[in-house]
């Protein structure tokens, strides 16, 4: 008994051997097979690939003679004739070059709305000129602060005299709150004030790099600033014909101011009778 159970335990043995066998060998016979399998069609691939890349090139180089006619045909037709403009086309060229610029009251929509007396185009120009020649005989008071405290320490004008100075307010301020008080100041202390339309245009009339939000226009010409020491003439006074004739332009100068002065009251005054709506 003993015999015959190790006999079958060999046979046994060797069954699951070779079964084991034939496994190892399918399972290399499916490899090899998937193998060849994925081989071909990566070949394929690349096949198709190079083909479909040189088709490409080959539309490329045809589009690309299609479009060199098309121009050069056109270029031929532009040579031989131009192509003529209708008269609808030529009479809104025409409009559009004989249109002029806007003026000044268009920009009216985004300026403050308390902005009364506002200069029309021409007084708009007369006053930054009268600015631009108030900052050169240093008659003129820049920003919010030197303005209010002019205008307090201000005289009151009598009605029917000349007031101590002019202010000049930019219309375009945000927020409005900045010089919402001082038309009212104004007219407390019987000063005439004309509203501008741009900021950038007074602080650039007033001799400045930024814009001014208000400024004010003394009646008066200032007095210059006094040469340095090494700036004097030979001698301890100075050449006195030199003295005389710079004390003569300096009277010519603030006589031509005051008339600058006096045509700026006139503008603003009757700016400040018409009613703009």
Do not use: W
């Not at 056109?74 to 070059?97: H, R, W, Y």
């Not at 021409?122 to 930054?128: F, Q």
């Not at 100075?165 to 019987?190: F, K, R, T, W, Y």
């Amino acid at each position: 008994m003993a015999k015959e159970e190790a006999t079958e335990k060999v046979k046994k043995d060797k069954k699951e051997k070779s079964e084991r066998h034939e496994d190892k060998e399918k399972k290399k016979d499916k490899k090899r097979k998937r193998s060849e399998t994925t081989d071909e069609p990566k070949s394929k691939k690349r096949d198709r690939k190079v083909k479909a890349a040189a088709r490409e090139d080959e539309d490329e180089e045809h589009d690309g003679d299609i479009t060199m006619t098309l121009l050069d045909s056109l270029a031929a037709e532009d040579k031989v004739s131009p192509a003529p403009q209708s008269t609808q086309q030529q009479n809104g060229d025409a409009q559009m070059i004989d249109r002029p610029p806007p003026p000044v009251a268009a920009l009216v929509g985004a300026l403050v709305p308390f902005a009364h007396p506002l200069a029309d185009e021409k007084a708009h120009k007369k006053v930054l000129k009268s600015v631009k020649k108030a900052a050169k005989n240093r008659s003129i008071k820049r920003g919010v602060k030197e303005v209010v405290k002019a205008v307090r320490k201000s005289p009151m004008a009598a009605p029917g005299g000349t007031p101590p100075g002019i202010v000049i307010l930019a219309a375009d301020i945000s927020p409005m709150d900045v010089i919402s008080h001082i038309p009212v100041l104004c007219e407390d202390h019987n000063i005439p004030y004309v509203f501008v339309t741009s900021r950038a245009e007074l602080g650039a009339a007033g001799c400045t790099k930024r814009p001014t939000s208000v400024v004010m226009v003394g009646p008066e010409a200032g007095r210059k600033r006094k040469p340095k020491e090494g700036q004097e003439g030979e001698g301890e006074g100075g050449d006195k014909e030199k003295e005389k004739a710079k004390a003569e332009e300096q009277q010519q100068a603030a006589e031509e101011y005051k008339e600058v002065y006096r045509s700026l009251l006139k503008l603003v005054e009757k700016e400040s009778r018409t009613l703009k709506v």
